[in-house]
Each structure stands twice: as C-alpha cells, then as structure tokens.
C-alpha cells in the first residue's frame, strides 16, 4: 500500500484514539525532523533548524532495511557522526529518542534547544515546563515544587516521589529526598522524563517516576561555549563549556556561577556548579566513561507567608526566617563510573558512584546533615529476533545505599545553639527489574516486566535525653507492569499499560505533637498506587500531538493528616485517587507568510494542557475532598514567528483558570491566575544565539506556589508569591 494509502486507511484509527484518550502534549518537534520514528513527547526550541551544516551530523532516516536488520545494529550506526564515532556510554539524543519511544506510557525527552538558548534556563521549571502532568514552580531561587500525577503533594519542603537522575547517577538521597538546587539546566544535553512505573530500569518505586538529566561528552557537536544571561532582580549567570577528542580519549567540563538578590525580602543567594567527565574507548564496542559533578550552593529563604500577605505585599519575607536567617546551604561532590560493553545483539552498561553531601539549614532549628550515598548498577539490553519475531529484553540491578549524620541545634539568629536531637539514619535499597516487548505483530508490541524493591531503614538515635527514637523497617515490594504498543505508521504510535508503584516511606514521614497521634517512623507503611494508562502520539512535519489519559489508585498515599504548630505531619491516607489528562500539541498553524520555498517563514503553536482529579476515596475523615496542592487546570501555551534566518518572536501564556485547595478539609484555596510574557531571539543552529524575554508583563500578583496543611484558617502561613514583572536576556557562542 502507498505511503498515503496507508495515512487515510489510518484515520479512521486516529478518530477511535482519540475518542479514547484525550490530547496529549506533542513534543514541540522540529519540522525537518519528523521523518525518523517517533519520539513520545519532544520538546523543541523555538528556532527554525537549517539544513546544514548541522543535519550532516544526524542520522537519516532509517531504510526498511535497517528496520528489519538487528536493532543493536541499527543503533550502533546512529552513534556514528560525521566526525567519526560516538560515545557509547552516552547516547546521542536521537538514540535517546528511539530508546525512551519503546516505552507504552507516558514519557518525555526535552533536548537543551528547547530551552537553553531562548530562556534564562535558571530553573527545573524552565526546561520542564511544557511537558504535561508536570506542575513545577519555583518558591524562591532555584527550589522548586515539583509534581508529576500528583507526586509528592504533601512534601512542603525538598522533593519528595520523583526520582532524580545525573547521567543514570542518583541525585536524591538514599532515603528518597532530593533538592533541585543540585541541578544545572545549562549542564544538559537533554533531560529524559519517565512518569510513574514507565520508570522501571530506575526502579519503579515512586509515585512520579523518574528525571535523568544528560550531559554532553567531548565528542559531541560545539563541545566549546560561553554564555552570558542577565536580568531583574539582581539576577546574573556566567557559564562556560569545553571539550574534545583525541584518539581514544575524549573530555567534557562545563561550570556556571550565578547570583540574584531575588524578587522577595530575605531570598538573595548564589550559586556555583560544575560537571565533567572523561571517557576511553577501548574498542567501537567497549567504552568506560568517569563523572563528576560538584555544587556551592548559599541560598537565603524568604518563607511561606499567610494569603493576605502574599496577595498584598509579595515582596514581603516571613518575620520569622528574617529574624532566624533561614538559609539552605549545600555543598555536593559526585564522583561515578560508567562501562558499557556491546556484543553482537547484546549491550552490557555497569557502573558504581559515591556522593558527599553537606547540608547546612538553619531554619526553626540548625539542621547540619552529613551525608554518604553510594551504590553501583548494571543493565543488560538484548534485540534479536527470535523465531522471525522481534524481542527485546531489558533486565537489570541498581543499589542505593546511603547513611546520614543528622544533628539538629536551636536557631540562635542563624548561629548554632545548643544541641537538640542527633542521629545515624542508614538507608539500603536494591532493585532488580526485568522488561520484555514481544513484537507478535510487525508493528504491535506485547510488553511484560516486573521490579522488586528490597530497602531498610535504621536509625540509630545518639540523644537521648528525651527518649530513644531508635528503629528500623524492612520493605519487600513487587512491582509488576504490561503494556501494549502500537507503531500504526512511522510517525503515530498507540499505547495502553497498567503499572504498580510502590514508594518507601523516608525518615521524614512521621507524626507527633500536641494534640495529634504519635506514630513514629517505624510505624509509616509503603505508598502503593496501580495505574491505568492510554494514550497516543503522533509527529509529522507541520503538526505534533500527544494525548494520555490515567487513572492511580493508591493504597496508604503519604499525605498531610495532622498537624501541629503549622508544621505539616506525613504519614499514610487509606485510599485516594489520583487520575487525569495530559495533552499537547504542536502545529505550524501559518507558514509562507512572507518567505516561501523550500524554506519558509512559519507562526509555531506550541501547547502543554494538564487535567488534575486528584482526591481522597471514602475517606473516614475526609470523605471525597479534593487533595491539595495541584491545580485542576494547567496551561502553557507560546506562539512563536518563526523565519528562516533564525529569528524569532512571539507571546506566551501561563494559566491557572481555577484555585485549588491548600487543606485536606478544603477549606482554604490559593487564586487562579494568568501571567502574559514576550520572547524574541536569534537562533539558526549555528555557533551564536540570543534572546530577550519578559516575564509577567502585567506585573500580576499572584501565588506561585503553596505548602499543604491538614486544616487551614485564614491565618496559616502557606503561601509563596510570584515573581513580578521582569526580564531576561542572554547571548551563547559555541563552537
């Protein structure tokens, strides 16, 4: 059948997906791109891409021969530029793409031109935030309450049911905290974004899923740069990249330092990261890679503050963090290995890591945690065809291991007082998981896998003065998945899945107080959720589009339930829901406007929508209520000019139609909002780019984002403002 025999034969099909489903983000995709196989959501930069030099270095679109041939072939042909071979322990991003689009659910990959060169890219927010059923903002500097399905609702303070990744390396503790000012957004080649279980090879043990942030190697295009970006409040940021190959050898370093006074009282801070790594091919098929990744990190906090007061004075800092000078400080050095070794149809990746981590926090207490993770993985990936069928196997092990040195003393006006409570919390988690797809038609995959999660947690309590708070758990949790996927034609896929999670509780979740239940540590159950997932994908030269609808139910979610002196105590629901739409869309909705040909001139709709329902089921206290801390309805939506020669300009819009409830009892709610911005640029893919963008040209005073509480009068002080009216810009020179 004809190439367009088969899309009208296909529409029909189209018509019943989507009555199924409900719009889902279409990676923002380049145009010239969109005749290799389908990457799941892609979000692309603004810039038109030019036909050269850069597409001599990508890789054509496959040849039904190379679809037929071994996959492990196929993929060692992509690796290989036009300046010779690739990393091996780094995937390109268009090997990323064709990886992470074998996964039947709900996933991303964003590649750093969607976001590097035509935004401050300060933040997690920035390079994540047309990705739908993420819902990230920023509280003050670089940390950020991030959400993926609900993830993480009640977790007021660091991150909390998404897993975090540097290059596969774990950035989060062994216990499940992470904090986002650990990561660089200028560091990244592309950043890969697993929702839920579809993050079986990283553990499917979250709510959320998983982040992996990648960075470049010495053999990548343009391993040379600098940038400047400036803009309100004080903000400012100097990065530099370089690298290169040598035989064998090849290197990569890339560092930035960056400091803002910050749009609230009390909020100032600065930053310097830095992240490197050197790799030795041995052979085309056996390459050994070291990392290393460190962070300075001073950052003031401005606090949560009551709605009135956020409402009417945003600038305004909590009285209490000014007069205690809360801060969180962090200082982090990661070091890791990475092997990987391809045999005919067979990849074999191993790798070991160790990190230090020193917090310094002092807010109602001083809190100094030491911390030492530590851990290794191995992954064995195998595509053959067997009996005529195509199979692919992928099967693995990751261990985290960490310990902390947690002492905690009164907040004497930022200085340290007295000692008040001291502990060893040891943490051990061991995955293994294993995944097959069994293509039982040419196009049709039947995917079956399952993770089991074995993790400890012991505390060993070293004050005690006011009584032991020793203990240890013990969790052995299996988390099985099966899918289908649907390669309808080489640019549309279908998939369905049902997944469980299952999330270990950490060291955090406990509950104590006047008034409230005491139950310790020891006593917090795992959070089990079993999700339901369909949805469709398609990407094609002037349009993109993606469409998921899901369905959680959850057994013992960690949520907000009591709470004593405005402090928010975790420990575990009966059962709750959480369910919704992720939908976006990217189109060429005029084009040929002043320039015609084989070139032309285009106005580009880029569209991320997110559908929340998440809520309590039955509860004994609760009932039915709405959880808090997502909103119903998310939108982000940009329309750019796009000509030819690289230039760019156009609005944006964020928009929160509905406030949602920042209490269990549903009582208190934030205020929607919709901030208006503008961004114009220069980027044709060649060595130089730049941008102006303003942000909330309004000057819209708004809630941002918001900590959640069991019970909430006008009076709680949960609520972060929104930056005001500002603007960025920036230049980047490459080569």
């Not at 990569?252 to 609230?264: H, K």
């Not at 114009?680 to 040209?697: I, M, Q």
Request: glycine residues 10%; neutral net charge; proline residues 5%.
């Amino acid at each position: 059948m004809s190439r367009l025999g088969l899309l009208q034969s296909a529409s029909a099909r189209g018509i019943l997906l989507a009555s199924l489903s409900a719009l889902s983000l279409p990676q923002l995709a380049d145009a010239q791109e969109s005749g290799r196989e389908l990457p799941p959501v892609t979000v692309d930069s603004p810039r038109e891409r030019r036909a050269a030099p850069a597409r001599s270095q990508r890789t054509p679109v496959r040849s039904t021969r190379a679809r037929t041939a071994a996959p492990q072939q196929a993929a060692r042909s992509q690796g290989e530029g036009a300046s010779g071979p690739g990393a091996l322990t780094v995937l390109t991003a268009q090997q990323a793409l064709a990886e992470i689009n074998q996964t039947p659910g709900g996933v991303a990959l964003v590649t750093a031109e969607a976001y590097r060169n035509s935004t401050p890219a300060s933040t997690i927010k920035d390079v994540l935030d047309y990705v739908p059923g993420i819902f990230a903002q920023p509280k003050w500097s670089d940390d950020t309450r991030l959400s993926i399905r609900g993830s993480g609702l009640s977790r007021n303070f660091h991150l909390r049911g998404v897993q975090l990744y540097m290059d596969g390396i774990p950035i989060n503790t062994a216990d499940g905290y992470g904090d986002f000012q650990e990561i660089d957004p200028t560091a990244y080649r592309y950043v890969e974004v697993y929702k839920g279980g579809n993050a079986l090879q990283f553990g499917a043990n979250s709510l959320g899923g998983a982040i992996n942030f990648v960075t470049p190697t010495g053999r990548d295009p343009f391993p040379n740069g600098v940038s400047v970006d400036m803009g309100g409040f004080g903000y400012k940021r100097f990065q530099a990249n370089a690298g290169g190959a040598n035989g064998p050898w090849d290197g990569f370093v890339t560092a930035s330092t960056q400091a803002a006074d910050g749009f609230r009282d009390h909020s100032f801070g600065s930053s310097n990261r830095l992240s490197a790594n050197v790799g030795y091919q041995f052979s085309p098929d056996f390459e050994t890679r070291f990392y290393l990744n460190a962070n300075e990190v001073r950052q003031r906090i401005p606090g949560t503050v009551t709605k009135t007061s956020a409402l009417t004075n945003p600038e305004a800092a909590a009285p209490a963090n000014v007069a205690m000078d809360q801060q969180r400080n962090i200082d982090t050095v990661r070091l890791a290995n990475k092997t990987t070794i391809r045999f005919d149809q067979t990849k074999v990746e191993f790798g070991a890591f160790g990190v230090d981590r020193h917090l310094m926090h002092p807010i109602f207490q001083w809190l100094d945690y030491r911390y030492k993770d530590y851990g290794g993985f191995a992954k064995v990936t195998d595509e053959r065809f067997i009996g005529g069928f195509r199979n692919r196997l992928v099967a693995g092990v990751n261990v985290l291991n960490g310990s902390i040195d947690n002492q905690q003393f009164a907040n004497i006006a930022g200085q340290k007082g007295a000692l008040l409570s001291s502990s060893i919390d040891r943490s051990k988690n061991t995955s293994v998981y294993v995944e097959d797809s069994f293509y039982f038609l040419p196009s049709v995959a039947a995917i079956a896998g399952t993770q089991f999660l074995h993790a400890t947690r012991n505390r060993q309590d070293r004050f005690l003065s006011n009584g032991d708070q020793s203990g240890a758990t013990r969790f052995n949790l299996w988390s099985p998945k099966t899918g289908l996927l649907w390669q309808i034609d080489p640019t549309w896929q279908a998939f369905a899945n049902v997944s469980r999670s299952a999330e270990v509780p950490s060291f955090g979740e406990s509950s104590n107080g006047p008034g409230i239940p005491t139950i310790p540590f020891t006593s917090i159950r795992a959070q089990i959720a079993t999700t339901y997932e369909i949805g469709t994908r398609m990407r094609r030269p002037d349009y993109s589009w993606e469409l998921t609808a899901y369905r959680a139910n959850i057994r013992d979610e960690l949520l907000c339930l009591y709470s004593a002196f405005g402090n928010c105590n975790v420990t575990n629901a009966d059962r709750t829901i959480h369910q919704g739409i992720e939908a976006g869309a990217g189109a060429a909705v005029f084009h040929d406007l002043f320039v015609m040909g084989s070139a032309p001139d285009k106005v580009w709709l880029n569209l991320a929508y997110t559908y929340n329902d998440f809520r309590f089921d039955n509860d004994a206290t609760f009932g039915n209520n709405q959880l808090p801390g997502a909103p119903r309805h998310y939108l982000r939506a940009e329309l750019l000019y796009k000509h030819p020669t690289g230039l760019y300009i156009g609005p944006n819009v964020e928009w929160v139609p509905k406030a949602y409830f920042v209490d269990s009892m549903n009582t208190l709610t934030t205020e929607p909002y919709a901030l208006l911005g503008l961004k114009a640029g220069f980027d044709n893919g060649g060595p130089f780019s730049a941008y102006v963008e303003g942000r909330n040209l309004t000057n819209r005073i708004y809630i941002a984002s918001a900590s959640i509480i069991d019970r909430a009068t006008a009076a709680s002080t949960l609520f972060e403002p929104g930056t005001g009216r500002t603007v960025y810009a920036g230049m980047r020179y490459r080569w």
